[in-house]
C-alpha cells in the first residue's frame, strides 16, 4: 500500500462537503435539463457537468450516459495550456475540439474559473451536445464524412466571455455558422447557466468552510479515491493481458480495421497500451485522443468502483499510451463526427481484457454499437420531420447468469428507446414489429449472450431518406471461455414494389419509397463457457419461452427431446 | 360520529379515530399480520375498543390504507397472468426502455417482467395513431389464445393493443371474447386502466392490475366481513394511491390505484394542515425507520406523478405504471440508519438501515452496528425512559459502547462521533429536499416544512434552519400521521386521458366536449346524479409544438385559447425556467381531478383552561449540539400541556408519546390554537444563515 496521506480535515465536514459537491453537480444537471430546448440534452442527457481543482482534476461529476466519463480533464487541461497565466475572473472558455481534449465538433465544453479572493479555486465545466453545428448535413454528422470540415464549426479553445460580457464577436460566428442558431443560442445559455449556479454554490461552501478547508476537502476526496482505485487494482494478478478486435468499416468503406490493447497489471497500477492500433480511418468512426481517455476511464470505472461518483483520484492508478495519429488518437485533418463507434472499440478492448480477470465486474462482448438511424423527410402536409433514434441490443452472457436482453450500448447510459405509440402519432412512419431478434440469436454458452431486438419501419410517405452506422455489423461480440460468439447488427430495406431486401452496415443515404420497410436487427451479446455445460432446466425455459428453437437446441447445446 | 383510520404498515398497524363531537382521540397500535393484513387490523379494533373506549357502533366514517397491494406486487404474490397483446410486439413487456440507469455496471439487466414470454400471445389487429382500424381483430385469434389460456391453468389475463388510448374497440371485443371462453378468469383491457399514450407502461398497467385483482378483491371481502362482524357498518373507504379515497369495490375495480396507499395519507393530511395554518405550499417530509419520504404542496393541492415508477432506484429503472400516484420522493436515511467507517477513514451513514428489527443498538434486540437512533439518544434528544410511551427501555449503555467503537477509528469521543452521525443524516436529508424543490421548479424558502414520521420531529428543526423555510411545523399525532391524513381524504377521481389538438379556438369546442364526457365519468364513477356534489379541477398537458415532454397545466379559469395559452406560458416557465411566446402550442392530454364533497377531519381545538408553560415544564436535559458545540441545557416540555401560542425558547425538547421535538438555541417554539407545533427562528426563518 501506498503510504497514507494525513489531512487536517475531520471526516465528518469531508463526508458533508463531498454531498455538497454532489449536490452542486446534480443541480447543474437539473439547471441543464429544465433550460435546454434540444431533446437530445433532456430526452438523451447527452451533457455532463463537473467541478475540476484549480490544477484540472475532476472533484465532482454528473452525467447521464457513460460517453463523458472524465473528459473534462484533458480538455480543461488544453484551455489551461493555452491561457497559462491569464485566467482571470469573469472569464468563461469555450471549446469543442477533437484534437484538444474534446470529442466531436457537436459537443460544446464551457468553463468558468472560479476564485477566492483572488486566487483560483476551482473550474465549472459543462459539455453539452448541440444539434446542429454547421457542416455538410443537418446534425452536422455525415457517416461517410472524410475530414473534419465537413463535420461543422470548431471553436478551439477561445475565450467566450470577458468579466462576465460575453464576446459579440464570438456569438456572431455561432449565429452564423449553425443551422438553429436559436437552439444553439439556448443551449449556450443554459450551459452558462449551470457554471453560474456551481459558482453560486461553491460561493456558499466558501463562505461556511473557507477556501483552506475546501482545497483540502477536494484534495482528501481525490487521494481517497485513488487508495480504494489501488486497494482493487492490488488484489488482482499481475500479468499482461492482451485484446484484439475488428471494426466492421469506417463509414467509407466496408474494409475491416484490426485494433487491439495491452493491459498490463503491476501492483497498484494499471497500464493500458494501445501500441500497433492502425493509423486514422478516413470515415469519421475515428475518435480523438480526448475520447479515448474517456472510453478508457469509463471501462476503468466500472472495474474498481461502478457505484461510487467519479473523481480522477479513481483513475491515478491508471497509466494510458496511444501513439498520435491513429484511429483511437486521430489528428487534424481526420473526421471524428460518429467517434463513438471508434471509442467504444476502445472500452471493448480493455473490457475484453479484464474479462477473465476479473469476472464478477465484467460480461462477454455485446452488441455494442449505439445502432443510430436517421429516417426524414416531409409529413403528407409538407411539414420536414426527423427522427433519430438509437437501437437497444444484447448484452453478454456472465460468469454466472445469461446475458441482458435489449439494453442500450455501454455509450450511453440511462437512454430510453422511444415509444411505438408517441412515434406513430408524431411521424408518418408505422412500427409493424419490435421483439427479440430470435433469428440469429445469442452466442450460446453455459450462460447465453442476451437477445437483441428486431424493429420494422414501415415508411408512409414518399421521398423518405433513411441514413444509418451500424458498427458491428460483421464482426459478431465475442463469447468467453467456451461461450460462443453473438450475432452482427445490420440494418435492411424491403421494397415494397420488389420485395428485394438490400442489407446495409453503414449508410450515407437512400430515399425510400411509400410502404418500403426498414427492417433493424441489433446482435445477440457473446456466451460464458462452454454450451454443454448449460443447465438442462435452463435449455427447457428458453424453448417454452420460443426463444431457442429444438434444431438449435440439439445443434447448440446437444439437447435430446425426452421420450413421451 | 366517530371517523376511523387503519394504516398497515410493513412493522406495525396504527388505528386512529376522531370523535367529532367531543375532539376525544383514540390510537391503537399492533404488530402487522403479514399474510391476512385484515387480522392486524382487527386487532387494533378490539384494542381500541376494549381498554381504549372506542365505540364501533358510533364509527360514521372508515378508511383502510395499507401495503396489501404493493407487498403482492414486490414479493410476488399475485396469480398467474397471461398478456394478449397486438402480433409482432410480444416482447414489449419484456423490452421496457431499455434505458440502463446504474450506468457502470457492465452486468446490468432490466427488471425482470410479471408475464413470462410463454404467456405472452400474439392475435392479429392492428388500430393506427388516429384510431382508425388498420388491420381487422382476428377472432380466431383470440379463440386460439383463450384455449392456450386454458391449458396453462391461468388466473388473470391482460390486454394490450396498440394505440387503445386512440380506439380501444379491438381491446373491448378480445376481452369480451375472452371473457366468455375463460369463466372465472380475471379479464383487464389496458384501457379500462389507463387511457394514455405509451405502450409499455400501459402494458405493465394492465399486468400488474389483473396480476393483483383477485387476490385484492378476497382481502376486501374478509376485510369487510370482519368490520361488519365487529359492528362497524358505516360505509367503508379504501385510501388510494391519489391522495383521496373510494369505495371497496371501486378499489377491488383497480386494485393498482392503491399502490402508495400508506404515504399518500401523508400528503393528503398535509394538504389538510397546511389549510388549518393558511399555507398554501406545503413541503411535508417524513422520517421512518429505514428511509425518508418528501413531498411537495403547491396551492393547495398534492402533486400527482407524471411517471409513477414502483420499485425505482437511480440505478434501476423500476416498473412504471400509469396510475394517479400522489409524488413523492424517497431517500436513504431514517432512525434505523447504520453508521459506518470503511478501511479508508470515511464515515457514512445510510443507506443500510437497522430498520425495526434487529432496530438501532439501544432497543437491545441485537442490532451491533450503531444507528441515527443511537446517535440521537447519546446526543439527549431522546430521553431513554419515555421512548414509545415508556414502553421500550433503550439501552444507553449499549448504544455508547457501540458508539464509542465507532468513535475510536475517527479519533472521536462518543458524544462527538453521535453528533457526526446525526449531521451526516441530516446533510443528506438536506440535499435530497433542496433537490427534490428545485427539480420541480421551487424554492424551499417558499414553504412550509411539515415534519411527521416518529423519528422526524428529531430532525425538524435544523432541517428547517438549513433550508430556510418559513417555517417549521409538527402536527399532532406525527408518529401516526398517515392514518390522521386519511381521514382528510375526500372520494376523488383522477380522469386521464391522452388526446390530440393543435390549441386554437377551433380545439376549443371539441375540448370542452370531451371534458364534458369526462365530467359524466365522474358522476357516474360516484354514482351521483347530481353534478353540485362533485368538485372539478381541470389540468391539460400540453407542449411547444416540436416537443416531446408535456407539462401539466391546472387550468382554473374558463376554457378559452386565450386563456389557456397564457396559463401553459406560466407552468412552463416554472418547470423549465422558460417560455417561448411565439411557439404554437399542443394539447396532448387532459385530467380531470373530480372530488366528490365530502366531511373531513375537522381542525381540533386547544382547550387553554388553566395550561401554563410551568405548568408544561419536566425540568431539563442536556442536549450535544442543541446550542453551539458540547452539552448544553435545554428545557423540556409536554406538548398537551403548553397553553397556545406561549413561545419556548430554544435550546428545549418538546415531549410527546411518540415523539420529541428538538428546538435549536436562536428558535422558538409554540403550539398553536389547532394545536399544531411551530417552529420558527427567533428573528424570522427567512432572514437567518449559517449553522448555530
Not at chain 1, 85 to 92: Q, S
Not at chain 2, 226 to 250: E, K, P, T, W
Not at chain 2, 574 to 588: G, Q, R, V
Request: net charge negative; hydrophobic share 40%; with cysteine.
Amino acid at each position: 500500500m501506498a503510504e497514507e496521506p494525513q489531512y487536517g480535515i475531520d471526516p465528518v465536514t469531508l463526508e458533508i462537503i463531498h454531498g455538497k459537491l454532489l449536490a452542486i453537480v446534480d443541480e447543474m444537471g437539473v439547471v441543464m435539463q429544465r433550460t435546454s430546448m434540444s431533446p437530445v440534452i433532456y430526452e438523451v442527457l447527452d451533457f455532463a457537468c463537473g467541478i475540476c481543482t484549480a490544477s484540472a482534476e475532476l472533484v465532482a461529476q454528473s452525467n447521464g450516459i457513460t460517453l463523458f466519463t472524465g473528459t473534462f480533464g484533458t480538455q480543461l487541461q488544453s484551455v489551461i495550456d493555452a491561457y497559462a497565466g491569464d485566467v482571470h475572473e469573469g472569464d468563461i472558455f469555450v471549446t469543442n475540439d477533437p484534437y484538444y481534449g474534446g470529442t466531436h465538433a457537436c459537443d460544446f465544453a464551457i468553463i468558468r474559473p472560479i476564485f477566492h479572493e483572488g486566487d483560483l479555486l476551482a473550474w465549472a465545466v459543462n459539455v453539452a451536445h448541440w444539434v446542429d453545428v454547421g457542416g455538410a448535413v443537418p446534425g452536422s454528422l455525415p457517416p461517410d464524412a472524410t475530414s473534419i470540415f465537413q463535420e461543422g464549426l470548431r471553436l478551439s479553445r477561445l475565450r467566450l466571455a470577458v468579466h462576465d460580457t460575453l464576446s459579440p464577436e464570438i456569438l456572431r460566428i455561432i449565429r452564423e455558422n449553425v443551422r438553429l442558431p436559436d437552439v444553439a443560442m439556448g443551449d449556450l445559455n443554459a450551459q452558462i447557466a449551470t457554471v453560474h449556479i456551481a459558482e453560486a454554490r461553491l460561493g456558499e461552501m466558501l463562505d461556511r468552510y473557507g477556501a483552506d478547508v475546501l482545497r483540502e476537502g477536494f484534495d482528501a476526496l481525490i487521494d481517497t479515491a485513488a487508495r480504494r482505485a489501488r486497494a482493487v487494482i492490488a488484489a488482482l494478478p499481475d500479468g499482461s493481458y492482451r485484446a484484439q478486435d475488428v471494426i466492421d468499416g469506417d463509414g467509407v468503406s466496408d474494409t475491416p480495421i484490426t485494433v487491439q490493447v495491452e493491459v498490463t497489471i503491476s501492483g497498484e497500477s494499471l497500464a493500458i497500451d494501445f501500441t500497433g492500433c492502425p493509423p486514422a480511418a478516413a470515415g469519421p468512426i475515428n475518435c480523438g485522443a480526448g475520447a479515448l481517455h474517456s472510453a478508457v476511464k469509463s471501462v476503468f470505472k466500472a472495474m474498481v468502483a461502478p457505484h461510487e461518483p467519479s473523481n480522477e483520484g479513481w483513475f491515478r492508478p491508471l497509466t494510458i499510451t496511444a501513439p498520435r495519429g491513429t484511429i483511437f488518437t486521430a489528428e487534424r485533418p481526420s473526421p471524428t463526427g460518429w467517434y463513438y463507434e471508434g471509442s467504444v472499440h476502445a472500452s471493448e478492448l480493455v473490457w475484453k481484457a479484464l474479462a477473465p480477470v476479473l469476472p464478477q465486474r465484467f460480461s462477454a462482448g455485446s452488441y455494442s454499437s449505439l445502432c443510430v438511424i436517421y429516417l426524414s423527410g416531409h409529413t403528407p402536409d409538407g411539414e420536414e420531420f426527423i427522427h433519430i433514434e438509437p437501437t437497444h441490443g444484447g448484452w453478454g452472457a456472465c460468469s454466472d447468469g445469461d446475458g441482458a436482453n435489449a439494453v442500450i450500448s455501454l455509450t450511453d447510459g440511462d437512454t430510453y428507446n422511444y415509444s411505438i405509440e408517441l412515434l406513430e402519432a408524431k411521424f408518418p412512419l408505422r412500427v409493424r414489429r419490435y421483439d427479440f431478434n430470435t433469428e440469429n440469436g445469442p452466442g450460446a454458452g453455459r450462460y447465453r449472450g442476451g437477445y437483441g431486438v428486431v424493429r420494422d419501419y414501415e415508411v408512409l410517405v414518399d421521398g423518405t431518406t433513411l441514413t444509418g452506422s451500424f458498427g458491428r455489423n460483421a464482426t459478431a461480440p465475442w463469447g468467453i471461455e467456451g461461450g460462443f460468439d453473438g450475432s452482427a447488427n445490420r440494418f435492411e430495406v424491403i421494397e415494397a414494389a420488389t420485395g428485394r431486401v438490400t442489407p446495409y452496415g453503414r449508410l450515407g443515404g437512400r430515399r425510400l419509397h411509400r410502404g418500403d420497410v426498414v427492417r433493424i436487427v441489433t446482435g445477440g451479446g457473446g456466451g460464458w463457457g462452454p454450451p454443454d455445460r448449460r443447465a438442462p432446466e435452463a435449455i427447457t425455459a428458453d424453448l417454452r419461452a420460443e426463444l431457442l428453437s429444438r434444431d438449435d437446441a440439439r445443434r447448440l447445446y446437444g439437447w435430446q427431446e425426452a421420450a413421451q | 360520529m366517530i371517523r376511523l383510520a387503519t394504516d398497515v404498515g410493513g412493522t406495525f398497524t396504527d388505528l386512529l379515530g376522531y370523535d367529532e363531537a367531543t375532539g376525544r382521540i383514540f390510537t391503537a397500535k399492533s404488530l402487522t399480520t403479514p399474510d391476512d393484513q385484515s387480522e392486524g387490523v382487527l386487532d387494533t379494533l378490539r384494542l381500541a375498543t376494549g381498554d381504549g373506549g372506542l365505540r364501533p357502533d358510533q364509527v360514521g366514517f372508515f378508511v383502510h390504507g395499507g401495503t396489501t397491494v404493493i407487498n403482492a406486487i414486490t414479493e410476488r404474490k399475485g396469480v398467474r397472468t397471461a398478456l394478449v397483446t397486438t402480433r409482432g410486439f410480444r416482447d414489449v413487456l419484456e423490452i421496457g426502455r431499455g434505458n440502463r440507469p446504474d450506468l457502470y455496471n457492465l452486468r446490468f439487466h432490466s427488471p425482470r417482467p410479471y408475464v413470462e414470454r410463454a404467456l405472452r400471445l400474439e392475435v392479429a389487429e392492428r388500430i393506427d395513431a388516429s384510431g382508425a382500424v388498420h388491420v381487422p381483430l382476428n377472432e380466431a385469434d383470440v379463440a386460439r389464445a383463450a384455449q392456450v389460456l386454458r391449458a396453462e391453468r391461468v388466473e388473470a389475463v391482460a390486454i394490450l393493443f396498440l394505440n387503445s388510448y386512440a380506439n380501444p374497440v379491438h381491446e373491448a371485443a378480445c376481452a369480451r371474447l375472452l371473457t366468455e371462453a375463460l369463466p372465472g378468469v380475471t379479464i383487464c383491457a389496458s384501457h379500462e386502466v389507463s387511457g394514455l399514450w405509451r405502450e409499455y407502461e400501459r402494458a405493465n398497467t394492465a399486468v400488474l392490475n389483473a396480476y393483483v385483482k383477485p387476490i385484492i378483491a378476497r382481502y376486501f371481502e374478509r376485510l369487510e366481513t370482519r368490520l361488519i362482524d365487529n359492528a362497524v357498518r358505516c360505509a367503508h373507504y379504501a385510501m388510494l394511491s391519489n391522495g383521496g379515497v373510494s369505495s371497496f369495490a371501486q378499489a377491488v375495480e383497480s386494485p393498482l390505484s392503491l399502490v402508495e396507499s400508506g404515504p399518500s395519507g401523508a400528503v393528503a393530511g398535509a394538504a389538510r394542515i397546511g389549510e388549518f395554518l393558511g399555507e398554501p405550499n406545503v413541503l411535508s417530509f417524513d422520517v421512518g425507520g429505514t428511509t425518508a419520504k418528501c413531498s411537495v404542496i403547491v396551492d393547495g393541492r398534492p402533486r400527482i406523478f407524471d411517471d409513477y415508477r414502483m420499485e425505482w432506484s437511480r440505478i434501476s429503472p423500476g416498473y412504471p405504471v400509469q396510475v394517479p400516484v400522489v409524488d413523492i420522493v424517497e431517500i436513504g436515511a431514517g432512525g434505523g440508519s447504520i453508521a459506518r467507517v470503511d478501511d479508508f477513514g470515511a464515515l457514512t451513514v445510510g443507506p443500510d438501515s437497522a430498520g425495526a428489527n434487529p432496530g438501532p443498538v439501544c432497543y437491545g434486540l441485537g442490532g451491533a452496528e450503531p444507528t441515527v437512533t443511537d446517535a440521537k439518544l447519546l446526543t439527549g434528544i431522546i430521553d431513554p425512559d419515555s421512548f414509545a410511551g415508556g414502553k421500550i427501555t433503550l439501552r444507553i449503555d449499549d448504544a455508547r459502547r457501540a458508539m464509542a467503537a465507532l468513535g475510536k477509528r475517527l479519533g472521536f469521543g462518543v458524544e462527538d462521533t453521535a453528533q457526526a452521525v446525526v449531521l451526516l443524516a441530516e446533510a443528506s436529508m438536506i440535499n435530497a429536499l433542496k433537490l427534490v424543490t428545485i427539480q420541480r421548479g421551487y424554492d424551499p424558502r417558499d414553504f412550509t416544512l411539515m415534519v411527521t414520521g416518529g423519528m422526524g420531529p428529531l430532525f425538524a428543526a435544523r432541517l428547517g434552519r438549513e433550508l430556510r423555510v418559513r417555517r417549521v411545523v409538527i402536527p399532532p399525532h406525527a408518529g401516526i400521521f398517515s392514518a390522521w391524513g386519511m381521514l382528510a381524504a375526500k372520494p376523488r377521481a383522477d380522469l386521464r386521458k391522452t388526446w390530440f389538438s393543435l390549441l386554437s379556438p377551433d380545439a376549443i369546442p371539441p375540448l370542452e366536449a370531451q371534458v364534458a364526457a369526462m365530467r359524466q365519468d365522474a358522476l357516474d364513477y360516484f354514482g351521483r346524479d347530481r353534478p353540485e356534489s362533485v368538485t372539478h379541477a381541470l389540468a391539460l398537458q400540453m407542449r411547444y409544438r416540436g416537443q416531446e415532454h408535456s407539462v401539466t397545466t391546472l387550468v382554473p379559469g374558463t376554457l378559452d385559447a386565450a386563456n389557456i395559452t397564457q396559463e401553459f406560458h406560466a407552468a412552463h416557465r416554472t418547470a423549465y425556467s422558460f417560455a417561448l411566446p411565439d411557439a404554437a402550442i399542443e394539447i396532448t392530454g387532459i385530467h380531470l381531478i373530480a372530488t366528490l364533497d365530502n366531511p373531513v377531519i375537522g381542525s381540533p381545538s386547544v382547550v387553554a383552561d388553566g395550561l401554563t408553560l410551568e405548568g408544561a415544564r419536566r425540568g431539563s436535559r442536556k442536549v450535544w449540539g442543541a446550542a453551539g458545540d458540547g452539552w448544553a441545557d435545554a428545557g423540556v416540555y409536554a406538548r398537551d400541556l403548553m397553553p397556545p401560542d406561549a413561545a419556548v425558547p430554544g435550546p428545549a425538547l418538546i415531549e410527546e408519546a411518540t415523539s420529541t421535538t428538538l428546538v435549536l438555541g436562536g428558535q422558538a417554539a409554540w403550539r398553536d390554537a389547532h394545536g399544531l407545533l411551530i417552529v420558527e427562528e427567533a428573528g424570522g426563518t427567512a432572514q437567518r444563515k449559517g449553522n448555530d
